[in-house]
């Protein structure tokens, strides 16, 4: 079930996190860097001007999507920051897809000022470039060796958005 996420979520959306750093190039931060502040941070954010969706199965968090905006009037109809995790258990079921699809349908429907939704992901995965370009995403320009992957190894960055049609 998708819902927006509440502040009891914090702590499973912690150990969401942390679990999905600990899996190689899965998101840009290692376990050690998914901190109480972190994940206050990005929600404090999305509950004041964006949108933080969860995917819940009984009673257990499996998969969270936010974006917010950057906060600076010249970019109001912008919607950025946005990072998507899924639990290991619940990849490949469609997790990630419908929680991206009801964070673009929840901008359709009640944020009519936002006309771009972007995003950063690594050249190197292509499965969350794929999903993303299946859902409406274009990739508008590559950050040369911008992120390094688990191996140490700096990578480029491609950037991607959406674009309210």
């Known amino acids: ?44 954010r999305a509950a004041a001007d964006g949108i933080e969706l969860v995917w819940e199965e009984g009673g257990r968090i499996l998969g969270e999507i936010h974006a917010s905006g950057p906060g600076i009037a010249a970019l109001s109809h912008l919607l950025a920051d946005l990072t998507i995790a899924v639990a290991p258990q619940a990849q490949g079921r469609g997790v990630g897809r419908a929680l991206f699809q009801a964070l673009l349908d929840e901008v359709i429907r009640r944020m009519p000022h936002i006309a771009r939704v972007e995003l950063f992901a690594r050249v190197s995965n292509e499965r969350a470039r794929g999903l993303y370009r299946s859902l409406g995403f274009v990739e508008e320009g590559r950050l040369r060796a911008r992120v390094n992957n688990s191996l140490g190894v700096a990578e480029d960055d491609t950037v991607m958005a959406w674009l309210r049609p």
């Open 1 to 44: 079930m998708i819902r927006k996420a509440v502040a009891r979520d914090h702590a499973q959306l912690v150990a969401l996190y942390r679990l999905v750093a600990a899996t190689p190039d899965g998101i840009a931060r290692t376990p050690g860097e998914v901190t109480d502040d972190y994940v206050g941070g990005f929600m404090r």
